[in-house]
């Protein structure tokens, strides 16, 4: 029976929507299938795995407000969370970006800038979790003394353990950080970095 001039099947589709949108807003740990590392504040920081902490919406990844609660920001009011694989800076309102792991951490900050990937190549964000530089290099290092050593058709192998990678191949050159090309590529890398730690010496 229609009510109000609407069909049963529609105010039962309100309902689910409806039902939906607080279960989000309460933390409800069914809206939230994945789990997640992260920084405890009410555990003096400690490293704890929580499940029903995420979910992935729109391509990103939505924190459940309880564990967002609980995360301990640093002074850059940022924490650290790692996420179906992948770890993440994360701001106090829920925002995150996907960073390099290192370290079994995300990526430090290195001249305000933290290391990801794209489909396109390398990237960098600042502390806002702003898209700063993108690249289409295969590799990028940190920045330091303003300039980047960064590859292309270089491949990333894993070393035996898998905590950590290699750089192999490709061919080296070194950016600014508005992503101007400032070293030529070349496929030498140690004359590449010989010239790098010149040019960041001047």
Request: with cysteine; glycine share 12%.
């Amino acid at each position: 029976m229609a009510r109000g001039g609407g069909s049963a099947l529609e105010w039962g589709m309100l309902m689910t929507a409806l039902l939906t949108t607080l279960a989000l807003a309460s933390g409800n740990p069914a809206a939230f299938e994945l789990s997640c590392e992260y920084s405890d504040k009410t555990d003096e920081g400690v490293f704890n795995n929580a499940e029903h902490c995420a979910r992935e919406e729109n391509g990103g990844i939505v924190f459940n407000p309880e564990y967002l609660r609980r995360m301990q920001f640093g002074d850059d009011g940022l924490a650290p969370a790692g996420v179906a694989g992948n770890w993440r800076w994360v701001r106090q309102d829920g925002r995150s970006v996907a960073v390099l792991t290192y370290d079994n951490s995300p990526d430090e900050f290195e001249e305000g800038l933290s290391r990801g990937r794209r489909p396109e190549g390398m990237a960098y964000y600042d502390k806002q979790l702003n898209l700063a530089l993108a690249t289409s290099y295969a590799w990028a290092e940190p920045f330091s003394g303003g300039l980047a050593a960064v590859c292309s058709h270089c491949v990333i192998v894993p070393e035996p353990g898998g905590e950590h990678s290699m750089v192999v191949g490709g061919d080296w050159g070194a950016i600014d950080r508005q992503g101007r090309l400032v070293l030529p590529l070349r496929p030498d890398a140690d004359s590449l970095r010989r010239e790098l730690k010149a040019a960041r010496a001047r």
